[in-house]
């Protein structure tokens, strides 16, 4: 993890440039899209989904429950996608 408190902040306030970073989680949830460094929610491309959710939901300071029926996407290049699930039609 970077320790440097001015990438931190960078990285958590979302005004880190596209090269700083590696692998962000994109999370659209309540109507509120925010991308966090998957470094500073202390879990991999590889976690499970619990721990994805329960690490976003204590990163935007909200209920695990209010993310209990998200889905997360996992996408090649490392990053995830937590969202509403889909309905179509």
């Known amino acids: 993890m970077n320790d440097d408190p001015k990438k931190l902040y960078e990285l958590a306030s979302g005004t880190a440039t596209v090269d700083t970073h590696g692998a962000m989680v994109h999370v659209r949830v309540q109507g509120r899209s925010r991308d966090i460094a998957i470094d500073l929610l202390g ?6 989904d619990e721990s ?12 695990l429950e209010q993310l209990h029926n998200t889905v997360v996407e996992r996408h090649a290049n490392g990053n995830l996608t937590v969202r509403p699930p889909a309905v179509f039609g």
Do not use: Q, T, Y
């Open 43 to 48: 879990i991999n491309s590889n976690s499970s």
């Open 52 to 63: 994805v959710r329960s690490a976003v939901a204590l990163f935007m300071e909200m209920n």
